[in-house]
């Protein structure tokens, strides 16, 4: 495996990789979910490229960007374990040469909804930077995690409307045994604060029942909150590319909430009956 950490040895690295080419995008600190995204990559193209940047453009005023985990050593051997053939972890200045880019990509009406209503501007930064990803390693397919719907779709709808010749694919959320989805700021929850997260995956799996049972699943997975610690943001139902929700047929019923001081979000695929 190789590692690179400028543009010109990235471009050096990928013109030695032969075949179809995958590519996983992360900010680190890296966990199983990371691990499924690599698995996926590693059965579906020939060569894998990992990313790993912290992206200072998708985090706002308030937000964890200086306390974000950084763990180069462990994720470098994740990746390797993984047969990742080629790791681009570039520092600030490489990846925005001439300071924050003035042109970002505005990721319209659905952009501003949900994460973008709580988080003001987050996913100009996300598409921006996984826009630039995708023009300097050139892949033929790219993977990302369906916990983080919203982006996933909305990366899809970007690689569409601007024509980027790249088959974007979703793989699903991994969980703890007890249905914590992982995230990287799970490490950041006490003990009694990762008790408290449980309520967000309660909340989708009530909601998903009342679903099939012809029921309001909103109103059910809302009623798991009453009496948490987890102070919810927004749950809302809606069709799988993000649109009103259904009166029958499948669904994604999402969820955010805050724990302590450690910003969590969850979905879950949903049938209405």
Do not use: W
């Not at 698995?39 to 960007?65: C, K």
């Not at 023009?135 to 790219?142: E, Y």
């Not at 749950?235 to 009103?244: A, S, Y």
């Amino acid at each position: 495996m190789d590692l690179v950490h400028t543009r010109a040895e990235l471009a050096a690295g990928r013109a030695a990789l032969d075949g179809t080419v995958a590519v996983v995008m992360t900010m680190g600190a890296l966990h199983q979910g990371h691990k499924a995204l690599l698995r996926a990559a590693r059965a579906r193209a020939d060569r894998v490229i990992a990313t790993i940047f912290v992206n200072p453009l998708q985090f706002g005023p308030n937000e964890d960007f200086d306390r974000y985990p950084r763990t180069l050593d462990t994720d470098l051997a994740i990746c390797a374990a993984a047969g990742v053939d080629l790791v681009f972890a570039p520092d600030r200045t490489e990846m925005y040469p001439a300071g924050e880019p003035l042109v970002r990509v505005n990721p319209g009406p659905l952009g501003e909804r949900f994460e973008g209503a709580s988080r003001p501007g987050f996913f100009h930064g996300v598409l921006t930077v996984v826009l630039k990803l995708l023009q300097l390693t050139r892949p033929d397919f790219t993977f990302f995690g369906e916990k983080d719907y919203q982006q996933l779709t909305l990366v899809k709808r970007m690689v569409r409307d601007l024509d980027v010749p790249v088959e974007v694919i979703g793989v699903p959320t991994v969980r703890e045994v007890d249905g914590l989805a992982l995230s990287s700021r799970n490490r950041y929850l006490s003990d009694a604060e990762r008790d408290a997260a449980l309520t967000l995956s309660k909340a989708l799996r009530a909601g998903a029942d009342a679903a099939r049972r012809g029921e309001d699943a909103e109103k059910a997975a809302r009623a798991v909150f009453d009496g948490s610690t987890a102070e919810l943001d927004y749950l809302v139902l809606t069709d799988p590319d993000l649109g009103p929700a259904p009166a029958h047929g499948p669904g994604r019923l999402l969820v955010a909430a805050r724990v302590g001081a450690t910003r969590l979000i969850d979905n879950a695929a949903v049938e209405v009956a």
